[in-house]
């Protein structure tokens, strides 16, 4: 039986600058400066891990990309690169991160790029108390980018441990309420969200209580934990290089007060369970249709996906990136609200 009462962290590992020698669109770009960044990466994470088990926690959850590549994920000139320190960093994140769940018995959940055969995945790894690795996530829903080089998942699994049912989203996933809504139905009760980009806090308190599942987030900046009722539990906020911890109620989290009217008429105290004996799939179909009537407001044109469009989208980014790496006001940024 899991344990009802457990305790979760969420680690807050700061954006750093990645140094030119490190960034294959630099004109000093080296491989060894590259490994060396990405082992700082992914120690610093470790580092976190550590102290968050030092601190007792059962389960603490790491960022997207722990090891920092996404710079050579994006980086067409030489495909080798990325593909290089793809199978080196995630053999040594799989060490390094295994020997910390190892040392303090805990579970630990982290992103890297992982090679599988000829394709490249975003792997989110849950580690094991002993650990060993028990479970895997592929990320599902790649940007545009991304897709240049890792293939996409195709299902959201769920995990069973001694703390309960747990999954994995990473970044981009959480924007789709479908995806925590699959890791729910699957079972979860606990939903990891390592991310590259910092959800808003009103996101992460849906996520919860959308899906009744305690819902753990962790980016560089604004890492938090929410429970089902949507309720924040734990907030790292601004701070650097951190880790926050909070006591879960497994058990108890989504039970609702005795004299609540909808306990009342339907018999059913748990918000999770009535959720789910309560659902009418027949009617959702919508959600599942590749077609649905909302796609009949814009026209056939899809993403930049075919070689030359890429090759096009490419070459902006890339002479954007030189501009940075010249000290220039970059063109282009992730803010979508300016204009």
Not at 4 to 16: E, G, I, Y
Not at 60 to 67: F, H, P, R, T, Y
Not at 115 to 141: C, M, Q
Not at 178 to 183: D, I
């Amino acid at each position: 039986m899991p344990k009802d009462t457990v305790m979760l962290a969420t680690t807050q590992w700061s954006f750093r600058e990645t140094p030119p020698e490190a960034m294959p669109y630099s004109d000093v770009f080296s491989l060894e400066a590259a490994r060396a960044w990405s082992k700082d990466n992914v120690d610093g994470n470790a580092a976190l891990l550590l102290r968050a088990g030092e601190a007792g926690a059962d389960l603490a959850v790491a960022g997207e990309d722990i090891a920092s590549t996404s710079y050579a994920l994006t980086y067409l000139d030489d495909t080798s690169i990325f593909r290089t320190l793809t199978a080196e960093m995630s053999q040594y994140a799989r060490e390094t991160l295994g020997a910390v769940a190892r040392e303090r018995g805990m579970y630990l959940v982290a992103s890297f790029f992982e090679p599988e055969g000829d394709a490249i995945f975003n792997t989110a790894a849950l580690f094991g108390r002993s650990g060993e690795i028990v479970g895997r996530y592929h990320k599902v829903h790649l940007p545009v980018y991304e897709s240049w080089q890792v293939t996409p998942g195709d299902s959201f699994g769920a995990f069973e441990t001694d703390i309960g049912v747990i999954a994995m989203l990473i970044c981009y996933d959480d924007m789709w309420p479908e995806s925590s809504a699959a890791c729910a139905l699957n079972g979860a009760r606990i939903i990891c969200h390592p991310s590259a980009y910092s959800p808003p806090e009103y996101r992460v308190r849906c996520r919860a209580m959308d899906t009744q599942v305690f819902y753990i987030t962790s980016t560089h900046a604004g890492s938090r934990i929410a429970a089902p009722d949507s309720t924040i539990l734990a907030d790292a906020g601004d701070a650097r290089d951190t880790f926050v911890i909070a006591q879960a109620d497994i058990a108890g989290a989504s039970l609702a007060p005795v004299n609540y009217w909808e306990y009342l008429y339907s018999g059913i105290r748990d918000h999770r369970e009535r959720h789910l004996k309560l659902r009418r799939p027949d009617a959702y179909h919508p959600i599942v249709n590749p077609t649905p009537p909302a796609l009949r407001a814009y026209g056939p044109e899809g993403p930049a996906t075919s070689p030359e469009m890429i090759r096009e989208v490419y070459e902006k980014q890339k002479e954007d990136y030189r501009r940075g790496l010249r000290g220039e006001k970059q063109l282009y940024t992730w803010k979508w609200s300016q204009r």
